[in-house]
């Protein structure tokens, strides 16, 4: 079988709107040369559209036009290696999609503690910055929270007031072994994160021992969120304003 014929097969089972990489394709280093050629004939049709350097997808095609892929899956050869998550979305893009902030960024940010990424997707930069934990599949959704508490005051156009209640939901909802994660990955964050969660969770009278984190804490430090009593009635016993 020709190795045009072979790429061709193995995108052809590739699912619509997925994100792919040549190692995806499994080609053989004899038969590279000829593969990236077959890839640029398959471009030229419009079979498969280019992201970057060596990432492709498919486009899904419907009456009012191709479909890109959500911005997750464009950026999924940087959030993955292989089925093993390594990075996640962070900053405005992250806060946009939880539905904290309208506004839409110019560049992504992509949280990694062991990937230097550094790639442009059509006009959208994307670089790296850097994660205060290794991320998992199974601890990314902690983290992301983390990073909302840590960035509350500088989230564009945020209503705190609706932001404090997503955050208070979000934590209800978790499992208890998924709070005591959050707490200690809360350690690794700067101080501010640590007393906003503090402060969350003693809202929530959850029953978890929060101890570690007032004594990780500076009980001269005050914490200048615009976060107040109103919003959440225990900031000022975190120093929280």
């Excluded at 932001?163 to 690794?188: C, P, R, T």
Aim: net charge positive; glycine share 4%.
């Amino acid at each position: 079988m020709k190795i045009s014929e072979k790429v061709s097969r193995k995108i052809n089972k590739i699912p619509v709107g997925t994100t792919f990489k040549y190692q995806h394709l499994c080609i053989p280093n004899e038969e590279y040369g000829a593969a990236t050629k077959a890839i640029e004939r398959l471009i030229a049709k419009k079979i498969i559209k280019r992201i970057s350097t060596g990432v492709f997808y498919k486009p899904k095609k419907t009456v009012f036009g191709e479909l890109k892929p959500r911005e997750e899956e464009l950026l999924r050869p940087y959030l993955f290696n292989g089925d093993k998550r390594i990075a996640y979305m962070t900053g405005t893009a992250l806060y946009n999609r939880m539905g904290l902030t309208i506004q839409v960024p110019k560049d992504i940010k992509v949280s990694s503690k062991v990937k230097e990424i550094r790639t442009q997707i059509g006009n959208v930069k994307v670089r790296r910055v850097k994660s205060y934990i290794n991320v998992t599949n199974d601890n990314f959704h902690l983290l992301e929270i983390l990073d909302v508490l840590k960035d509350f005051k500088k989230i564009p156009d945020l209503d705190k007031a609706m932001a404090v209640a997503y955050l208070l939901n979000f934590i209800k909802g978790l499992k208890q072994k998924d709070i005591l994660q959050l707490i200690k990955y809360a350690l690794e964050y700067p101080p501010r994160t640590r007393a906003f969660l503090g402060a969350i969770l003693e809202k929530l009278k959850n029953g978890q021992d929060i101890s570690q984190l007032k004594q990780s804490l500076n009980p001269l430090t005050v914490y200048d969120l615009g976060i107040y009593k109103q919003l959440l009635s225990t900031v000022t016993k975190w120093n929280i304003k």
